[in-house]
């Protein structure tokens, strides 16, 4: 992955200069710290950041630079790269199966608080970690409303999750409760079945509740006419935690990846063909910066531009859009209304496109080269 170490004002003015072949995602510095600083200013505990969503440094310094003090983290990997760019900084290792040689690691790396959804990881932690480390309990609910589901890999049910807990306590460490409602949850209510369910195995483990951590799932802005509403999610799960645990109330721990950092990156693709004025081939796709569009659905948060940087203004039209590969599944879902006023050549953006993007960038068939631009503006 190219890096440019100029700062540009706008993609626009990039791409009229570069006339890039390979697709460019557009950082902006300022966007990602206005969202950090409203999930600090709105989320009524502490903010941490899962590093897997996007973990480059350019990212992490700037969270860092914000004011984000803790992290998700799933790896040695990832604990070194918070080591190094965010020193200081608190670590949740929340992949709940770890091998014991991680275990070692990473308390050695000052790591202090893992997260745990079955008895036999508890077991291998408890061997391992110092008593008086949190140990977070992962706990899931059969999913509604989210786009992905995360409880197919991990997550304890209720009645295993309050052995899981009484058993942490009685160990001697500090006993919480994680769980991840799914990612890009647009409904608030998805959190507010899991945070009564975790006071009621609070309740039947018969400890006192450390910390409650309710996860990413944070949505990021995707459609045109669906933007998320941070402070009502915020505010629900205040008052949740509140009627659900009373005078009992854990302090309040989120670990969102997309809410935080989705909306300070734009991609910018490049048009290769329209195949017959029908097909538009772009110069990505479902192998590189649009993998997630398949799984969680498309993004219409686009605008087209020519070759000079200018914006096509013609009426949409929908157009099936392939990426550059020669496989078939390389094509993203449904259709997309694009300006019939559309030639080759032209760049189409997608805004929003910061999370699992430069994450999980493949180099199948040869493509897959991506670059980054650092600009002040991601809109004209
Ligand atoms: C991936 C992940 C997150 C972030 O999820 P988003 O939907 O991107 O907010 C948070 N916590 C854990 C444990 C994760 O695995």
Known sequence: MGLS?????????????????????????????????????????????AVKSNPDEMVIANLDAAGIRGYDVASIHEIDLIRRVAPGASMHYNNPVRTRREITDA????????????????????????????????????????AYNFGAKFGATAELATELLAEADRLGYAPSLTFHPGTQCTDPLAWDAYIRTAAQITRDAGVRLQRLNVGGGFPSHRLNQIAPELESIFALIDRVTGEAFGADRPALVCEPGRGLVAESFTLATRVRAIRDDAHVFLNDGVYGGLAELPLIGIIDRTEVRDEDGARRAGAGRDRIVFGPTCDSVDRLPGELALPSDMEEGDFVLFHGLGAYSTATVTRFNGFGLLDIATVMSLTD
């Not at 706008?10 to 460019?24: D, G, I, M």
């Not at 950082?27 to 206005?34: R, Y």
């Not at 291998?124 to 992962?138: D, M, Q, T």
């Open 5 to 49: 170490k100029t700062i540009w004002a706008k993609p626009s003015e990039f791409l009229a200069k570069e006339q890039p072949e390979n697709p460019v995602l557009f950082f902006s510095p300022a966007v990602l710290q206005a969202t950090a600083h409203r999930f600090l200013a709105g989320f009524p505990g502490l903010v941490t950041y």
């Open 107 to 146: 308390v050695e790396k000052g790591v202090r608080s893992f997260s745990v959804d079955s008895r036999s990881e508890l077991a291998k932690l408890a061997g391992i970690v110092p008593p008086g480390a949190e140990i977070s309990v992962r706990f899931k609910l059969p999913v509604q409303g989210a």
